[in-house]
């Protein structure tokens, strides 16, 4: 298995763009997880998905970030307009059913906001 | 959500045996304890799982006393390649759907 893909690895974007991460989960997990990670903050969840569906988006910062997950393969996280306090990496993550199976993380994606 | 603390950074050398310990005073009875490893520029990877006594697996030891309000993460002999940040985290098991916390975690130093 391939593991959780993200894409891209690197993004550099200016202040107001529109950002969209994407995630391709591990094949037959069916819970996947968006998390941001920053020196000031460490590792913090924004939002889950379980079979397609939206747990738990708490953690989503404003309504500048969205999620959708329109199968069970793909999920994107998007960011609009972005600011500099969104740099951050961001990291996906697949699971089995729920939060407390293992989680398979990918290898995030470094966002950078001019 | 059971709030757990454990310390900031810990330094060792290569060879010794490392323990990182973990408070989690407010844990329930359904809740398991979580160990992940996180590696520069990587996501976090699972470590190992426990709900009471002692779990050992390849990687490392979890140590959980009686009361379960704490968990000790035992690493035998650790090379340099153990540097990384160390979470830990509680969670019910049998609900599925509480989120776990990951905070700022363990920074383990290992030197020559």
């Known amino acids: 298995d391939a593991g959780v893909i993200q894409s891209p690895r690197h993004e550099v974007t200016e202040m107001g763009q529109e950002v969209t991460l994407r995630c391709k989960p591990i094949?037959?997990?069916?819970?996947l997880f968006w998390y941001r990670q920053t020196m000031m903050r460490g590792l913090e969840l924004l939002i889950y998905?379980?079979?397609?569906?939206?747990?738990?988006d708490s953690g989503m910062p404003e309504d500048r970030f969205s999620a959708k997950m329109p199968n069970a393969s793909f999920s994107t996280l998007k960011i609009q307009p972005s600011e500099p306090r969104d740099s951050a990496v961001y990291f996906c993550?697949?699971?089995?059913?729920?939060?407390?199976?293992?989680?398979?993380f990918g290898p995030g994606t470094r966002l950078l906001v001019l | 959500l059971a709030k757990t603390t454990q310390p900031i950074s810990m330094d060792s050398y290569e060879g010794q045996e490392v323990n990182i310990t973990c408070s989690h005073n407010?844990?329930?009875?359904?809740?398991?304890i979580t160990w992940y490893q996180q590696f520069p520029s990587q996501g976090p990877r699972f470590i190992i799982q426990?709900?009471?006594t002692k779990v050992t697996n390849e990687v490392a030891s979890l140590f959980i006393p009686a009361d379960r309000k704490s968990s000790t993460l035992s690493l035998p002999r650790v090379s340099l390649s153990d540097t990384a940040v160390y979470y830990c985290?509680?969670?019910?098991?049998?609900?599925?759907?509480?989120?776990?916390?990951f905070g700022t975690g363990t920074r383990l130093l290992v030197s020559p």
């Open positions: 993550a697949s699971s089995l059913a729920g939060p407390q199976e293992t989680q398979y």
């Open positions: 094949s037959g997990h069916n819970s």
């Open positions: 998905f379980n079979n397609n569906v939206p747990i738990d």
């Open positions: 407010n844990i329930a009875t359904n809740d398991y």
């Open positions: 426990g709900y009471k």
């Open positions: 985290l509680v969670g019910d098991m049998n609900t599925g759907f509480q989120k776990l916390v």
